[in-house]
């Protein structure tokens, strides 16, 4: 069975940083995953795209976290990450990580909630 888990979210104050973890189980991350991107949504917002990672087209990000967003896999720890620096208010939202793996299946994380306070 495949499992996807986000972790990191928390109340950060404006300005601040934060690094969500995705962790996989079930397949082998280094061979089998490719892309990697996160996702997130706002209140009362549909879900938007923010960063991916592929082995074709590197790294890319959403214009809103360009420049503070970094994202990167450590695939040693069978995990996908996001770096969220100079937090701002509207960064406020539920991330999801999404994989895909070598035969097209797609895995969603149940999400990780992340608030910025001004």
């Known amino acids: 069975q495949v499992d996807v888990v986000e972790s990191g979210g928390g109340l950060v104050q404006v300005g601040g940083s934060l690094r969500l973890s995705c962790a996989l189980s079930?397949?082998?991350?280094?061979?089998?995953?490719?892309?990697i991107d996160w996702y997130r949504q706002r209140p009362g917002k549909q879900r938007e795209w923010v960063a991916g990672l592929s082995s074709s087209r590197g790294t890319s990000y959403s214009e809103d976290v360009k420049g503070r967003f970094t994202i990167s896999r450590d695939n040693a720890k069978n995990m996908a990450l996001l770096q969220m620096n100079n937090l701002k208010p509207e960064d406020t939202a539920v991330y999801y990580c999404?994989?895909?793996?070598?035969?097209?299946?797609?895995?969603w994380g149940q999400g990780t909630q992340v608030t910025v306070s001004s």
């Open positions: 079930g397949l082998t991350f280094s061979s089998s995953i490719d892309p």
């Open positions: 999404h994989m895909r793996d070598s035969s097209n299946f797609k895995y």
